[in-house]
């Protein structure tokens, strides 16, 4: 028996026949086969009300002479499900007439403030009004004026003005956070979407009916005319800020970033990412960047730098290292292979992969572990037998003579231990070699200082809670003198011995997949849009980087 999942229909779109899937929607068809259909309110992870008859198509069923009998309505396409022998046209006059009707309708009483809206190279409404706009209003009555710049929460506001209706914020409240704090209230033409008296907006995904908005009604506070779109470049990455590993386009101007949003992912966060991911930038900006690299105090540069750091871990004999979990697998994997090129051999290498404190979690995409990269370094250690050590007991054996050198990758000891624990170690001859991107007590104590990139200024990969390894890129280089943690590392591995100084993080993604167990038969290349799962490297690609 053939399961509804997998049946196939095959009907005709403007003459093109194809064999889909029989659950599918028009709409759907449309979409993955590049036939333009507009539309509003539809949205792929959200219950279909087909209210805002943008999608309207003309739809007829072939028949046995060949003829095709139409329906004697044009149809919502995003509630229209296939059949076999389905005949649909997306352009005949019908077609074009009815979306040009409907335009005329959502524009009757849009304020049209366009040169003022923070939506402008993003509106749903300003795009279809190009292709299905009339061009002039034939309406001379006063249109209906409603409350503009409303405070509906701590990170949203509302123009209800240019609300269309499409209810696609509501039903994200009802449907996906379960919050509801949002409905349509009153009738007829001074129907306006608001929250109820005394219950903000403010689940922790509130962001999200911002980027679902369609049009310039929700705005979320932090970007407001920050920029106008075409200023931005963008990068696809993974948000650092928990293991959830949530797919995130960055918008950064100026070596800044602009704005966070989140990209399709199905298997990880759909099209959402919750307030604190979406937020990070401020946290990711404050404090003092390391400007230049440091020996002693004193800035050098990178040679002297690097090849004073690669002297002391050698001088060391068994040095240890510290990894701080936001590193990429890249970050964790060429740290070891500097610890193993510059230690004596015949002992393991000693590692720390600290915990960090827990923070919020729920059962839609927050996770307790705020380390992007955990389990990915987890599976390396494991892999090269590394011997695992808290930073406590490092510095206790420093104290004892047994350890004279520490490569800390990422972290600022003085978070993990007291201050005067770390004073005691460097006092007892500890030499630390530092990669690090922010100023911090660790730098302070640093014999060696080599200034580092962070998100979202590192490329590389990362392996979230469910084992799912994933593409982070870089939106722009790192400030001043620094440079990525790959480019650090690899210039040490080089200089002890092992591998080349140009190796790229995709080189070293492949290096390590072809030695670490849980990442066999994985390529950079193979990780594609999606990622893939490990172990095994169940690779899927989402049709699209963003969806509306
Ligand atoms: S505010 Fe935006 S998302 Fe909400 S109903 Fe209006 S147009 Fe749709
Ligand atoms: S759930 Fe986690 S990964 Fe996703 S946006 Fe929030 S902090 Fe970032
Ligand atoms: S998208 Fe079909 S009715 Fe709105």
């Not at 500097?338 to 992969?353: F, I, T, Y």
Request: with cysteine; charged share 25%; proline share 6%.
């Amino acid at each position: 028996m053939v399961s509804n999942a997998t049946a196939k229909v095959e009907l005709t779109i403007d003459g093109q026949s194809l064999k889909v899937d029989a659950t599918a929607t028009v709409l759907e068809v449309a979409l993955a086969h590049q036939v333009e259909i507009p539309y509003f309110c539809y949205h792929p992870y959200l219950s279909v009300p087909g209210n805002c008859r943008q999608c309207e198509v003309k739809v007829g069923s072939r028949q046995e002479d060949g003829s095709i009998r139409w329906m004697p309505k044009l149809q919502v396409s995003c509630n229209m499900p296939v059949a076999e022998g389905l005949v649909v046209d997306t352009r005949c006059d019908e077609v074009i007439q009815a979306q040009k009707n409907n335009m005329e309708f959502l524009l009757i009483n849009h304020p049209l403030d366009c040169p003022i809206c923070d939506q402008v190279g993003e509106c749903w409404l300003q795009e279809h009004a190009y292709t299905a706009g009339m061009g002039e209003t034939r309406f001379r009555e006063e249109k209906v004026h409603m409350d503009k710049r409303v405070d509906i929460g701590p990170h949203v506001l509302l123009d209800k003005e240019r609300c269309i209706q499409c209810t696609r914020c509501i039903r994200f409240c009802d449907e996906v956070t379960g919050t509801s704090e949002l409905a349509l209230m009153a009738r007829g033409n001074h129907t306006e979407v608001d929250i109820f008296p005394g219950r903000p907006l403010d689940n922790p995904y509130s962001g999200n009916v911002v980027d679902i908005c369609p049009v310039g009604a929700l705005t979320l506070k932090e970007f407001r005319f920050k920029s106008r779109l075409w200023f931005l470049k963008t990068a696809d990455s993974i948000c650092p800020g928990c293991a959830r590993g949530c797919n995130i386009k960055i918008w950064h101007r100026d070596h800044a970033i602009a704005r966070l949003t989140p990209r399709d992912n199905p298997e990880v966060n759909k099209s959402w990412m919750c307030d604190q991911g979406r937020l990070l930038a401020p946290t990711l900006e404050a404090g003092e960047r390391v400007r230049e690299p440091r020996v002693e105090g004193k800035a050098v540069d990178w040679q002297e730098a690097l090849d004073e750091a690669v002297s002391r871990l050698r001088r060391s004999g068994r040095p240890a290292g510290v990894i701080h979990p936001w590193s990429t697998l890249e970050e964790g994997w060429l740290a070891l292979k500097v610890l193993a090129a510059a230690g004596e051999g015949g002992r393991p290498m000693l590692m720390a992969l600290p915990a960090h404190e827990q923070g919020e979690d729920d059962d839609l995409l927050l996770r307790a572990d705020k380390s992007p990269n955990r389990r990915g370094l987890e599976n390396l250690l494991t892999a090269r037998d590394a011997e695992s050590a808290s930073v406590a007991d490092l510095l206790d054996r420093a104290v004892a003579g047994e350890l004279s050198a520490l490569l800390v990758v990422g972290e600022d000891l003085a978070t993990l231990v007291s201050e005067e624990k770390l004073a005691a170690a460097t006092a007892a001859g500890l030499e630390l070699i530092v990669v690090a991107s922010h100023e911090n007590a660790t730098t302070r104590a640093g014999t060696i200082v080599l200034p580092a990139g962070i998100f979202p200024e590192v490329d590389g990969t990362v392996v979230n809670f469910q084992g799912r390894v994933q593409v982070m890129r870089a939106a722009y280089p790192p400030p001043f003198l620094a440079r990525t943690g790959a480019w650090i590392l690899t210039r040490l591995a080089s200089r002890l011995g092992d591998g080349s100084e140009d190796a790229r993080p995709r080189d070293l993604f492949d290096e390590l997949a072809a030695q670490v167990p849980a990442f066999q038969g994985l390529t950079f290349a193979r990780l594609g849009a999606g990622g893939c799962v490990l172990p095994g490297g169940a690779c899927e690609t989402p049709a699209s980087g963003s969806v509306g």
